[in-house]
């Protein structure tokens, strides 16, 4: 059984910073695309980043290139997002994902990914 458990949320001032991350459980970690999405008040949710298996492979939403950074590290588990230059519109409840299929490049699709965390919620001030 896959779990899926993300950290790191919080409330930060614009401009600030912040670091999420996300554990794993389960096996094979290191054969799927992980993703972030988020989900605004009223909104759908949205593509952020994905990151192959290998981590080669980085994908981002064109809001946050150039302020985000997912990596991961197939030896704990995890998968991170580093989160740099917030502003007010990057408020919203981030979500790790696990696409549903191995080495797939397919990464910025909802309905592709099959296993999702609890969410954690960010909350930028401005």
């Known amino acids: 059984q896959v779990q899926l458990v993300e950290s790191g949320g919080g409330l930060v001032q614009a401009g600030g910073s912040l670091r999420l991350s996300c554990t794993h459980s389960?096996?094979?970690?290191?054969?799927?695309?992980m993703g972030w999405f988020r989900q605004a008040p009223g909104k759908e949710r949205d593509f952020v980043a994905a990151?192959?298996?290998?981590?080669?492979?980085?994908y981002y939403a064109d809001s946050v290139k150039g302020r985000f950074t997912i990596s991961r590290d197939n030896a704990k588990n995890t998968v991170s997002l580093q989160m740099n230059s917030l502003n007010s519109e990057d408020t919203a409840v981030y979500y790790c994902?696990?696409?549903?299929?191995?080495?797939?490049?397919?990464?910025?699709?909802?309905?592709?990914?099959?296993?999702w965390g609890q969410g954690t919620q960010v909350t930028v001030s401005s």
């Open positions: 994902a696990r696409h549903s299929r191995p080495y797939s490049s397919d990464a910025a699709a909802t309905l592709k990914y099959s296993y």
């Open positions: 389960g096996r094979m970690f290191n054969i799927y695309t």
């Open positions: 990151i192959s298996g290998s981590g080669s492979g980085t």
